[in-house]
């Protein structure tokens, strides 16, 4: 079956302008989580939801990045005023259920740059 | 606090020889621990998972880890490494109480023919 579906690939944009990306997650599945790998780094957390609310948002880095998911599919994150430090692969994960021992299923990512 | 230790960010390993990635926790919960692998230009696709049953845990592709409480350890093996595995490997914890996962720094791995 499909699989966790990111749009677009790839994103390029300058400097202050407002982006948005998309997360298809598979069919059925009711979590959904958003991360961002810099170059060199491990992924990290940014956003879960549960459904169509936003569970644990702790680490969005601040109030210009912003997610949501209205009818507990698709969800897509946006960036507003983006900075050169933006710039980031930006992975969707979904996972059946939550809990932490529950096997998430990522994307190929969002390569974003910022100019 | 809280945090996944990977050490040593490229690893060479030659073909058939022993694949060995550590991956340190700090908790005092044992949380739940995967191994994730990326392929280029591929997503994150579960190698194996520990969620408190069998403590030696078997993998896709021939690899297993090893849960260790007492040394907050869950490192990751493969008896003999192939020119298929190169790829960079990532530990991932799921902390008790948290639905999201702590990500190690990763693992470039290279086997040298």
């Known amino acids: 079956g499909a699989g966790v579906s990111q749009t677009p690939s790839n994103k390029v944009t300058e400097k202050g302008k407002y982006v948005e990306l998309r997360c298809d997650p598979i069919s059925g599945h009711t979590a959904l989580y958003w991360y961002r790998q810099s170059l060199g780094q491990g992924p990290e957390f940014l956003i879960y939801f549960q459904g169509t609310g936003a569970a644990d948002d702790s680490g969005l880095p601040n109030d210009r990045f912003f997610a949501v998911r209205p009818e507990g599919s698709v969800s897509t994150l946006k960036i507003q005023r983006t900075e050169r430090g933006d710039s980031a692969v930006y992975l969707c994960?979904?996972?059946?259920?939550?809990?932490?021992?529950?096997?998430?299923?990522f994307g190929q990512g969002t390569r974003l740059t910022v100019v | 606090a809280q945090s996944v230790t990977q050490l040593g960010s490229h690893v060479s390993v030659s073909e058939g020889a022993l694949v060995l990635l550590r991956c340190n926790y700090s908790?005092?919960?044992?949380?739940?621990l995967f191994w994730y692998v990326q392929y280029p230009n591929q997503g994150l696709q579960l190698l194996l998972k520990?969620?408190?049953?069998?403590?030696l845990v078997k993998g896709i592709n021939g690899f297993e880890a090893e849960f260790k409480k007492s040394e907050t350890s869950f490192h990751l093996t493969k008896p003999s490494a192939h020119m298929s595995d190169a790829a960079e490997y990532f530990c991932a914890v799921s902390f008790y109480g948290n639905n999201r996962l702590a990500f190690g720094k990763g693992n470039q791995v290279v086997v040298i023919p």
């Open positions: 994960a979904s996972s059946l259920m939550p809990g932490g021992e529950t096997e998430a299923f």
């Open positions: 520990y969620t408190s049953a069998a403590t």
């Open positions: 908790s005092s919960v044992p949380p739940y």
